[in-house]
């Protein structure tokens, strides 16, 4: 019984904290750059989504170590993309220190949707199921035409170390 009580309790403070950021952003309408560091996941990205129509920047950080603690996956930033598409402000968009094993090729596909965004930043590990992604989504794919600037991280894990960075320009 110990561990239900411990889940309830946070649970709790996970839906309290989330009413707070939302009601925090509420009171910030006009906020252009937003860094998430060591919290989000699907329901932070919609909060965002729904609250911060004038975002130009949003950088996204989290280690590896909390992916048992957080849910970051391609649901939680189609929300986002499809409430940029109304907005069309987000300008850039930094996943180049987002360790999420379900943030996937589905994402960096349906950002092409995005025609207000000129750079992205992203990790090598988030073009995983990039050749099912293209399966399943290549009737709605359109290539995105505002992109300039890619900056693509290789992961530890990966043969290659470093990043590549490429301007469109």
Same mark, same amino acid.
């Given at each position: ?25 509420? +009171? ?5 750059? /937003?860094? &998430?560091? @060591?919290? =989000? ?20 950080? /989290? ?5 048992? $603690?957080?849910?970051?996956? @391609? %649901?939680?930033?189609? %929300? /986002? ?15 180049? $220190? =987002? ?6 090729? +589905? ?34 794919? +359109? ?6 600037? &890619?900056? /693509?991280?290789? %992961?530890?894990?990966?043969? $290659? ?9």
């Amino acid at each position: 019984s110990g561990d239900w009580s411990s889940d309830v309790c946070s649970s709790d403070l996970e839906s309290r904290w989330k009413a707070e950021l939302k009601s925090f952003l509420t +009171k910030l309408p006009n906020i252009t750059h /937003l860094t &998430l560091k @060591d919290f =989000c996941d699907d329901d932070t990205l919609h909060i965002v989504g729904w609250n911060c129509p004038h975002l130009q920047y949003l950088n996204i950080v /989290l280690g590896p170590e909390s992916f048992s $603690e957080q849910q970051l996956s @391609d %649901d939680g930033f189609s %929300d /986002l993309i499809d409430k940029q598409v109304e907005h069309g402000s987000l300008r850039e968009l930094d996943l180049s $220190e =987002c360790h999420s094993s379900t943030l996937t090729g +589905k994402t960096i596909l349906y950002l092409s949707n995005l025609t207000s965004l000129d750079t992205l930043h992203v990790r090598k590990s988030h073009f995983a199921w990039m050749d099912l992604s293209v399966k399943f989504l290549a009737g709605g794919f +359109k290539p995105n035409q505002s992109l300039t600037t &890619l900056s /693509l991280t290789f %992961d530890e894990n990966d043969n $290659e170390v470093g990043s590549v960075n490429i301007d469109f320009r």
